[in-house]
């Protein structure tokens, strides 16, 4: 019973493949999001639909595009991967703008 | 431009004592403060929130205070326990601005038996 579940825990890829992660959530919320942890620990938003709607975009680059299938789904694709791009993933959810609810994150390592 | 910040890195604390974690924040317009607790490879786990109507909120060992007029707030453990041993991380949103969660650096607690 899971609240915020995301696959996979662990990716290690070279640079310049194309990977995504997925993100579910069974907690009826309507807004999704995605954080970044960088090797400072920072915990940074990227990304949050609500009812399938981009509604937080924040300074990302486009090699990073959300999809959202549903209210309960938000994947995180990511193009041509760069070294920059080794960090922890985390989706999160929440109803209201408030209280937001952390999946277990995506260690993400690139070669 | 840092608008939530967590100055001390680390706090050591004896078991059973009180272990208290101070947050400050720049943008006079958060009204909505959360506290998450962090394990290692983990997530973040949602520990207590304060909204900026309240300057107090309490839950069980856990209590959040809320100044704000020197744009500032704690985090109070009493007692404190070795299971509290975490990354403490002190958030901050503005409600109408979609839920934007803007997150301090984090402190580890180390609580000692």
């Known amino acids: 019973d899971t609240a915020v579940s995301q696959t996979p825990k662990y990716l290690v890829t070279q640079m310049g493949n194309d990977k995504s992660i997925k993100c579910e959530q069974n907690l009826g919320h309507d807004t999704m999001y995605w954080y970044k942890q960088d090797s400072k620990k920072f915990l940074k938003i990227m990304f949050s639909y609500n009812n399938k709607e981009l509604i937080i975009n924040e300074t990302v680059p486009n090699r990073f595009s959300p999809k959202s299938p549903d209210k309960a789904h938000l994947n995180l694709h990511i193009n041509s991967l760069e070294l920059g791009d080794s960090a922890v993933y985390f989706c999160a959810s929440g109803r209201g703008g408030l209280t937001q609810y952390f999946g277990p994150g995506t260690r993400l390592l690139v070669l | 431009d840092q608008q939530v910040k967590q100055n001390s890195p680390s706090l050591s604390v004896q078991e059973g004592r009180i272990s208290i974690l101070n947050c400050d924040y720049t943008?006079?317009?958060?009204?909505?403060f959360l506290w998450y607790k962090k394990y290692p490879a983990e997530g973040p786990t949602f520990l207590i929130s304060?909204?900026?109507?309240?300057d107090k909120n309490e839950d069980g060992r856990f209590t959040v205070f809320l100044n704000k007029s020197a744009k500032h707030l704690s985090l109070h453990i009493v007692p404190s326990q070795p299971g509290d041993s975490a990354v403490y991380f002190c958030?901050?949103?503005?409600?109408?601005?979609?839920?934007?969660?803007?997150f301090g650096q984090g402190t580890t607690l180390q609580v000692k038996p």
């Open positions: 304060i909204s900026s109507i309240k």
């Open positions: 958030a901050a949103i503005v409600t109408s601005n979609t839920g934007k969660l803007i």
């Open positions: 943008n006079s317009m958060f009204d909505y």
